[in-house]
Each structure stands twice: as structure tokens, then as C-alpha cells.
């Protein structure tokens, strides 16, 4: 069974930036039809999509991240990150990584997000 | 304001069926993509409840039952149990903004 878990700090003072780690485990990182990604959920509200990468380095951003966002993939050690600079109180959330899952690779619009990390609070705070 | 408008709370008796509407528009559910819906259970990670607008992940039970008309979605929970009780977000798909959009969640309320 697939499994995900993301490692990095749980407070982040503002203007810094905020790194993220997930591992994983249990299936191939490099799959044709998968993308990897994060999903936020700031405490009490909803979720929003940060960004997706495939493993050959084909990504998509939130527009309304982007100018903050990058991520990578590490393929030799089933590994994908997230860096988020300029972090405000804004970004305090619940940090998810996951799996995206396309039934046709070339196409977003059939895409599911199938398998979930258990999630990590990052706080911005002095 | 998210893209996609879905009904802050919807609530039943047990074993009654309900529904929950996610309304979009010509740049995401009314351009044929595909609508996924997730459960997440109070104090619990978001899971795929039902996907490509009404299939359904292995281990989802066939009370859940999806479909998709037009600009809008639906999800409908049949002999609806205490366990349902949970938050319900649809996902799409959206020209306009570019990357995947989320719907502001519904709360199910099991009376």
C-alpha cells in the first residue's frame, strides 16, 4: 500500500520560508500516470491545491502561489519537496502531500488526488 | 470565494438520503472535466470518496453515489449513518484560474 509522509518544521517565523519533505514509500515515485503534490487546509477551513510535479519535472503551480512556490522531485530517494518563501500568518496550515492519479497523463482534467500523508501543521509565528 | 459553490451544511435523519450540489461553470464542471468528491471525517485526513464525476475507489460503499449535469455535480449519501457525519468537498478542474479548484466543503449533519 502507498504510503506518504512529509517531515519539516512546525513553526516558521514570518518572511522565511517554509521547506517541506515527503517520502515515499510503497509504490514507484517515477510512475507514468502519477504526479505528486501538495494540499493545504489552514486550521477550520477548506482545502487549497499548492502545486503538482511529475517525476520528469513537468509541474503546475497554484497561480496565486507561484511567485513563492517551488518544488522538486528526488527520485533516487522516492523524495519530492516543497519550498514556500515569504511565509506569512496566512500560509499557517495543514500541509498535505499526495498522490495525483491521471487516468491519461496529458490530461489534468481527469486527475484524482488518491492517496494522502497524514498531514502537518506548520505555524507562522515570531 | 471558491470557484466551485457547494452548500455549507445539509443534514438528515439516519437512513434518509441526501445531496450535496457543487455548482461551477463553463471553465471547469462544464468543460467536461472530471468531478472528484472527498470526505473528511472531523479530526481526520481528507479521503477520495468518489471520482471521474461517479465511480468509486474500492471500499467506498455504494451508498455513495456520484454524477454530474451540465456545470454542476452531485454527490448523494443513501441510508445515511451516524458515521457519515463529516465534511464534503467536490474538485475540479478550472481553464480560468489555472490548477485545480476545490469546493468550500459541505457539512453533513446526521440529526
Known amino acids: 500500500q502507498l504510503q506518504l509522509q512529509e517531515s519539516g518544521p512546525g513553526l516558521v517565523k514570518p518572511s522565511e520560508t517554509l521547506s517541506l519533505t515527503c517520502s515515499v514509500s510503497?509504490?514507484?515515485?517515477?510512475?507514468?500516470?502519477?504526479?505528486w503534490g501538495w494540499i493545504r487546509q489552514p486550521p477550520g477551513k477548506g482545502l487549497e491545491w499548492i502545486g503538482t510535479?511529475?517525476?520528469?519535472?513537468?509541474?503546475n503551480y497554484n497561480p496565486s502561489l507561484r511567485s513563492r512556490v517551488t518544488m522538486s522531485v528526488q527520485t533516487s530517494r522516492s523524495q519530492f519537496s516543497l519550498h514556500l518563501t515569504s511565509v506569512t500568518a496566512a500560509d499557517t496550515a495543514i500541509y498535505y502531500c499526495?498522490?495525483?492519479?491521471?487516468?491519461?497523463?496529458?490530461?489534468?482534467?481527469?486527475?484524482?488526488?488518491?492517496?494522502w500523508s497524514q498531514g502537518t501543521l506548520v505555524t507562522v509565528s515570531s | 470565494q471558491s470557484v466551485l459553490t457547494q452548500p455549507p451544511s445539509v443534514s438528515g435523519a439516519p437512513g434518509q438520503r441526501v445531496t450535496i450540489s457543487c455548482t461551477g461553470s463553463?471553465?471547469?464542471?462544464?468543460?467536461?472535466?472530471?468531478v472528484q468528491w472527498y470526505q473528511q471525517i472531523p479530526g481526520r485526513v481528507p479521503g477520495l470518496l468518489i471520482y471521474?464525476?461517479?465511480d468509486r475507489p474500492s471500499g467506498v460503499p455504494d451508498r455513495f453515489s456520484g454524477s454530474k449535469s451540465g456545470t454542476s455535480a452531485s454527490l448523494a449519501i443513501s441510508g445515511l449513518q451516524a458515521e457519515d457525519e463529516a465534511d464534503y468537498y467536490c474538485?475540479?478542474?478550472?481553464?480560468?484560474?489555472?490548477?485545480?479548484?476545490f469546493g468550500s466543503g459541505t457539512k453533513v449533519i446526521v440529526l
Open positions: 474538485q475540479s478542474y478550472d481553464d480560468n484560474f489555472g490548477g485545480y479548484v
Open positions: 463553463s471553465s471547469n464542471i462544464g468543460a467536461d472535466y472530471d
Open positions: 471521474s464525476n461517479g
Open positions: 510503497g509504490g514507484a515515485i517515477s510512475g507514468s500516470h502519477v504526479y
Open positions: 510535479l511529475h517525476f520528469s519535472g513537468s509541474m
Open positions: 499526495v498522490r495525483e492519479f491521471r487516468t491519461a497523463i496529458w490530461n489534468r482534467g481527469n486527475a484524482r488526488f488518491d492517496f
